[in-house]
């Protein structure tokens, strides 16, 4: 799946750096996260559990980043794996510029999805990601910034199939996406 | 599938009970899309509650002005039903085109509303006919029921018992099929009645089931399919897979809902 | 482990199960009655359909202990002293198999539906299978068979 | 007719065991002590594995053994193969990767089978599975075929220098370019086959089981060739020797070719009950099922026809790209190549053809014959360009063709294609097919549905197929592995029943009964007398198997052969018997007479003389009544056929109902009706549900996307209007019964008829399948294209 899209936080461009940098509002942000650890300044590990529907897995994650450049930006690639369910992987470039006093946080998502979430639940994968995207920024913003600062959603726009690199919570976003997919699957 | 303590309730206390006492309890209805998920190894509670056995879940009663079913009755329970099929034929024929026989046999309508899969049909229902839902602790609207893909206005603790649907003047329900899998890539139900002019669309939304106020406002005055002329939704929202893009999707909402009107009389 | 108790094909039958067990397990497995077969995992196929309490069912989405308690009966208990029951016979008098694997439960589920409509059109038929694939026949045939049973077991 | 005999539409014997839930397919039979093996499949499409660590795995409960591929290498054990050599334009055999029995170093496809785990239940073998840690190097798949292709592609095998299995030529070149050249018109068509996945309703199974009293292994598999298995899995896997290995292949539910194949799950759980001592049974779930199963079809091709002024067609140019997808399996080199390229010239008169094919890998499941088998793509490549022909030159569709036609006195005709087609009667067909659709009567419906807002059109297709795969000289000439001949073999009992054993594999056809129609028409013993037997290499001679539309033309051949050798044997008793020459006896329905006598004796007399030999000429003749033939006939059969479908446009939703589909098919003798209408109808769900509804998808990291039956469309009952099938038959010269075979027929001709009714109502090219949004989108095109 491919998504971009911008954000406008109420923050200054240093604290959401800053706040993307952080392992413990990560955790706060992404929803179903039970562990989030910082392995160096450019690797980090997650533990995810997400509960949707009737779907529930557990996924464990690492992150890389790259192209680090304080405070405009980073690429971030990383993988999870979701046990029978699948795995999930992707990158993103992530870019913060100074709005006034807000920033704006723009993400090239490039995502991938394998193994039974690709097989069985290829229905609802862009909606999915969509929904984890919005879920995450609902909460990073809350957690960053001040009140009334989630602005835009992300959409889906056709980027080419070999993006690169994700922000954490971007990339985490994918990861979640990826599990979200497998409620999707079944209804009655 | 990972293995469960199976637990079969007679009353919705012990349901409660069941529940709440299990470290990772699921609650279970007809069980047609828990299972097959549990079967993908997609999730393992450690307690699976079947509200299958609990007879204040059943049965179909006609009130009047409404229809009020039970959360444990069956997709084949209601299609049949002749309470249900005089006064809300688009109803039966709804609960009639969900899955196939088997399925609807086991299927439930608290089951499907419970678990709010976007592409379900029984969303549209309650939406469409401006239903309301009532649980083992309040009502709630169908309009605040469905919050968004899979979710609902439900708590972790909070069983569905049974569904109220207003008898309306005129109402139908449009459904395209995907063709595997026979859920709706779109679904509109169109009524006019207590709960004033209404349509539901299932299966097109990202975020579930959604109403679509410019059609509602141009049916107002005048409920007839000419008063959806260029009328349309915005593809941006809508869901997109190998079946049907958004684009796709935008545009059979607007026929569907077309001829939901029109069958709607 | 749990047990469970029911009545398949008239007869009452007690087994251990797990939670976990699906109902065409119990029956393939305790039973060995491999009539019922499983074709798919998503539920669509209907190669397992059995009759649950007089309703078909898909016994690959049923838990075992799900029918505590209740009349089951598949393929097997069809034909009574060796004599083809009448959909089974019309199965055979119109060609309506080929390989075979998906009849059991597509005789079942024709069963739940001549008991509800005693004289279903070719669209009523071809629409009541909806949940029952086959890959051989075409439908042509098993359309036919049921049109014709139907109008045998009408008399 | 006799009533039991051919030509009889008899109701088959196997029914009684299907209906009853008797019937006994591999996932019914258990075998004492058995463990179950589950296999961990790749989740990834390309990667390089650089480690396995089965450590935990080994330590779950129940765990009796979890392997890899090191441990299958170490006991010599192989991996699929190839049974078809394929001679390239420049001269060098096609390339053929060596594959391993589990994926050793290397994964090329998402699915495939990277370790087993054996345990005391499946679902133990389950939860150990998910303790194996594979470290994978994931790399950036390659699944569409031009891509492919491409320099910069990564590649596949180490061998096979940009992914190019063949290149591969047919027909006459230069002639073809001579035609091209003084053409008064050329009409170019592009066109995809969709990639199908077979969906037989039951999944590929196996049972392994060792004797090490005896030494011997049996192995119960979903095959439609037990025999083929034993002698692959005994010469290339090392799991022979041939005579201590016995495959049995009970009932099985639907094969349409992706059970000819012998698959690694087979191969492992074989040898795992082997390795183990203890019977080890492995049955694939529909999830596995759809990413390991061959898949089938997958061409991407460009075709020109050339044509004079008055239609007559001069020549056609074919340029056609086939997905192997991972790696070869049996007939994966065989099927784009000469069992497509020799129908290219279809039923027309087309002087000359020339067509080329490149197969290429990708990081998709093995594609392999699937009903049809190459056939289908060649009659869609053909019927979509001379009806495309037709629109140009606005000619009618079915004049155009009737104008092409090779003329019935010119059989046998050698197609510019390597083929010699033994006989056919095109425009019997066409002109009966136009009487049953009602081809006059289309305009005033096309007029009807367009009062409804409704778009009509009506689409043909005239197709030809080369099947009966058999003369074996042929088949070796261009590089097939095997004979092709069958077996059979008849037993009169002493008592008067007849068992029958043949070496063709039923999986739905209903050899049973077909093959006791034979034998009760020639032999004259009662249809209920007689018992056929197949799918056990420890009861049956040898066998092919059943595949290519086969068993009727050549299976039922050998029959026929090993009946007549009944007979002439037990003209030499009954001789002794009635005291006569056996030059003066007559032979007929079970009786020799002594001609010009009322002295008779019958074959069950006869029998119980052979094998009760009390007062016998053993000097003249053996005791016994039991003979075995080998039939291996002269050449492939041309079936051949019109069918026409007709369907309706909802032009708001791009919904395409059918209304009618209709063959008149020529498949040589007819020896049960009902089951050829039977197997007709079923070749026309597959052939509509490739036009309509089927569609394999791979995302563009080689994830399968339509993994399950919610998102691959198999055609229900509700998608399909009754349809019509009649027989206007040519019989076969060259087998004994005339039979042709159709087992395959209506798989080839029904896609193009279709997709041909979906352009004429929507009056523009699409794709297979023609799915509503593919059909409202090309209404979308036109309409803005005509403003």
Known sequence: MEMSGQHRIRASRQAVWEALNDPEILKQSIPGCEEIEKISDTSLTAKVKLKIGPVSAKFAGAVELSDLDPPNGYTIAGEGKGGAAGFAKGGAKVTLEEDGAATILRYEVNAKVGGKLAQIGSRLVDSTAKKMAEDFFGRFSEVVGTPEDMETAPEAVAAPPEAQGLSPLVWIVGLIAVVGVLLLIFAF | MYDFNYHRPKSIDEALSALTSASDGKLMGGGQTLLPTLKMRLASPSDVVDLGAISDLKGISDQGGAIVIGAGTTHAEVASNAAVKSKIPALAALADGIGDPQVRNRGTLGGSIANNDPAADYPAALLGLGASVKTNKRDIAADDFFTGMFETALADDEIVVSVSFPVPEKASYAKFPNPASRYAVVGVLASKGPAGVRVAVTGAGQGGVFRVAAMESALDGNFSAEALAGISVPSGDLNADIHASAEYRAHLVGVMAKRAVEAAG | MPSVSMTVNGKAVTGEVEGRTLLVEFLRQNLNLTGTHVGCDTSQCGACVVHVNGKSVKSCTTLALQAEGAEVSTIEGMATNGDLHPIQAAFKEHHGLQCGFCTPGMVMSAADLLQQNQDPSETEVREWLEGNICRCTGYQNIVKAIQAASQEMKG | ?787
């Open chain 4, 1 to 787: 007719m006799a009533e039991s005999g051919i030509g009889a539409s008899v109701r088959r014997k196997e029914d009684n065991r299907f209906l009853t839930g008797k019937g006994r397919y591999t996932d019914d039979i258990n075998r004492h002590g058995q463990a179950y093996a589950y296999f961990l499949l790749s989740p990834h499409a390309r990667a390089k594995i650089n480690g396995i660590d089965t450590s935990a795995a080994k330590q779950a409960p129940g765990v009796v053994g979890v392997f890899t591929a090191a441990d299958l290498a170490a006991d010599g054990v192989g991996g699929p193969i190839c049974g078809w050599v394929v001679t390239q334009k420049n001269g060098e055999p096609h390339k053929s990767p060596a594959v391993s029995a589990l994926a050793s170093d290397r994964i090329n496809f998402a699915g495939e089978q990277v370790a087993v785990v054996v345990a005391e239940t499946l679902t133990q073998a389950k939860d150990a599975a998910e303790l194996i840690e594979v470290d994978y190097d994931v790399q950036q798949a390659v699944t569409k075929m031009k891509d492919s292709l491409s320099s910069s592609a990564p590649q596949l095998h180490d061998d096979v220098p940009g992914n190019l299995c063949f290149d591969w030529e047919i027909g006459d070149k230069a002639a073809t370019d001579a035609a091209f050249a003084n053409a008064h018109h050329v009409t170019k068509i592009d066109i995809l086959n969709n990639r199908l996945i077979p969906n037989a309703m039951e999944t590929r199974a196996a049972i392994g089981d060792y004797d090490s009293g005896t030494e011997t292994m049996t192995l119960y598999t979903t095959s439609q060739n037990p025999h083929v298995a034993r002698l692959v899995l005994a010469a290339f896997m090392g799991l022979g020797p041939e005579n201590k290995l016995r495959v049995v292949a009970p009932d099985v539910g639907g094969g349409f070719g992706s059970k000819i194949y012998v698959y690694r799950d087979e191969i492992v759980t074989l040898w795992a009950a082997k390795k183990l001592d203890r019977p080890v049974k492995w049955v694939a779930d529909r999830s596995a099922a759809f990413l390991t199963d061959a898949h089938g079809r997958d061409h991407d091709t460009h075709a020109e026809l050339a044509v004079d002024k008055d239609g007559t067609f001069l020549g056609l140019r074919v340029s056609t790209l086939a997905n192997v997808g991972a790696h070869n399996q049996i007939f994966s080199t065989a099927t784009p190549s000469y069992l497509y390229g020799c129908l290219l010239a279809g039923q027309y008169k087309t002087p000359a053809v020339y067509g080329e094919v490149k197969t290429v890998f990708t990081n998709t499941a093995p594609v392999d014959a699937y009903r049809g088998a190459g056939r289908p793509e060649a009659t869609f490549v053909v019927e979509r360009l001379v009806d495309k022909t037709a629109r140009e030159l606005g000619m009618d569709a079915t004049d155009l063709r009737r104008k092409n036609f090779i003329p019935k006195d010119q059989f046998p005709y050698q197609s510019p294609c390597l083929v010699q087609y033994d006989s056919g009667d095109f425009n019997l067909l066409l002109d009966r097919a136009k009487e049953v659709i009602d081809y006059d009567g289309f305009a005033a419906r096309r007029q009807e549905s367009a009062a409804r807002g409704k778009l009509r059109g009506l689409g043909l297709s005239c197709w030809i197929e080369a099947c009966g795969l058999a003369p074996s000289a042929v088949v070796g000439a261009l590089g097939g592995g095997v004979g092709q001949w069958e077996s059979a073999n008849i037993k009169f009992n002493p008592t008067g029943s007849v068992t029958v054993f043949t070496g063709s594999h039923s999986h739905g056809q209903g050899h049973e009964t077909v093959y006791a129609q034979i034998v009760s028409d020639q032999l004259g013993v009662p249809f209920d007398s007689v018992e056929v037997v197949h799918g056990d290499t420890a009861v049956v001679p040898f066998g092919m198997g059943t595949y290519g539309s086969r068993s009727g033309p050549v299976g039922g051949g050998a029959i026929y052969k090993a009946a007549q050798k009944i007979i002439e044997k037990g003209r030499k008793v009954a001789a002794h018997l009635l005291e006569a020459s056996a030059e003066d006896l007559e032979y007929a329905d079970g009786t020799y007479t002594v001609a010009g006598t009322d002295r008779t004796k019958t074959l069950a007399e006869v029998a119980f003389a052979a094998y009760v030999p009390h007062n016998y000429p053993l000097d003249e003749v053996e005791p016994g009544l039991d003979e075995t033939a080998f039939f291996d006939p002269a050449n492939f059969t041309f079936p051949s056929g019109a069918y026409f479908a007709e369907v309706e446009v909802d032009p708001d939703t791009g919904h395409v109902t059918i209304m009618n589909m209709i063959g008149i098919d020529d498949v040589g003798t007819v020896m049960n009706p009902m089951i050829v209408h039977g197997q007709l109808h079923g070749g026309f769900a597959q052939g509509i549900g490739q036009a309509l509804y089927e569609q394999c998808v791979y995302d563009e990291n080689g994830q399968l996307i339509t993994g399950s039956l919610m998102d691959y469309c198999m055609p229900r009952a509700d998608n399909f209007p009754m349809f019509t099938t009649e027989e206007t038959n040519q019989p076969c010269p060259h087998n004994p019964l005339g039979v042709k075979g159709c087992g395959e027929a209506g798989a080839i001709g029904s896609p193009v008829a279709m997709l041909n009714a979906v352009v004429d109502a929507i009056g523009t090219d699409i794709d297979m399948p023609a799915t509503p949004e593919k059909v409202w989108r090309a209404l979308q095109s036109r309409a803005q294209a005509a403003e």
